[in-house]
């Protein structure tokens, strides 16, 4: 399903991608290095912290990498709709991470789904030679699929669960992007 979209230009201005770029996506990722160090300081929560802290520096080198990766890239309007719905479920999960109540659960699988259907329908323009968006399309909604029936088995290995789902999309990222961009 790979539909083109109007790529806004590099040096056209745009309040959207520039509220994402230089306020959204620092804020969001300062709010994901608050979470990890609230939870080194004091876990609070018995024998869950491993994971939590695992989640959050798997998260936080996720969005080191891709912002980094996408920054001179071109934007389409929906998929800056996307990274504003994005950086909102990323910030309540964060927070749900470190809080450890919230739905931290319910927050990924929002996230997975969202990425998962941004990519099947090409919201973002590839940037470099990175294989398609497709394939990553599908591993995040089929992680998605697996991590809603998983937390509904068993909540009291949620922190785990969780741990695993990022950590099985990030692989997933890594495979496809490494070595492909610019």
């Known amino acids: 399903m790979n539909i083109p979209r109007q790529v806004t230009p590099k040096g056209e201005e745009n309040f959207l991608?520039?509220?994402?770029?230089?306020?959204?996506?620092?804020?969001?990722?300062?709010?994901v290095a608050w979470s990890f160090f609230s939870v080194a300081i004091d876990p609070g929560c018995g024998g869950n912290t491993f994971p939590r802290?695992?989640?959050?520096?798997?998260?936080?080198?996720?969005?080191?990498?891709?912002?980094y990766r996408t920054k001179k890239g071109g934007a389409t309007s929906l998929g800056l709709c996307f990274d504003l719905f994005l950086v909102i479920c990323i910030v309540w999960f964060a927070i749900a991470i470190q809080a450890n109540k919230g739905a931290p659960g319910?927050?990924?699988?929002?996230?997975?789904?969202?990425?998962?259907?941004g990519h099947l329908c090409s919201v973002w323009?590839?940037?470099?030679?990175?294989?398609?968006?497709?394939?990553?399309?599908?591993?995040?909604?089929?992680?998605a699929v697996?991590?809603?029936?998983?937390?509904?088995?068993?909540?009291?290995?949620?922190?785990?669960?969780?741990?695993f789902a990022i950590s099985t999309v990030l692989v997933a990222w890594w495979i496809l992007r490494h070595g492909k961009t610019k």
């Open 125 to 143: 323009p590839p940037i470099g030679e990175g294989k398609g968006n497709i394939e990553f399309g599908r591993v995040n909604i089929l992680i």
């Open 53 to 67: 802290l695992a989640t959050l520096l798997a998260l936080a080198f996720y969005l080191s990498a891709e912002w």
């Open 146 to 163: 697996v991590l809603s029936i998983a937390l509904q088995v068993s909540s009291s290995w949620q922190s785990w669960i969780i741990f």
């Open 17 to 31: 991608r520039d509220f994402l770029k230089e306020i959204a996506w620092p804020a969001m990722a300062g709010n």
């Open 106 to 117: 319910f927050a990924l699988v929002l996230i997975l789904t969202a990425v998962g259907i």
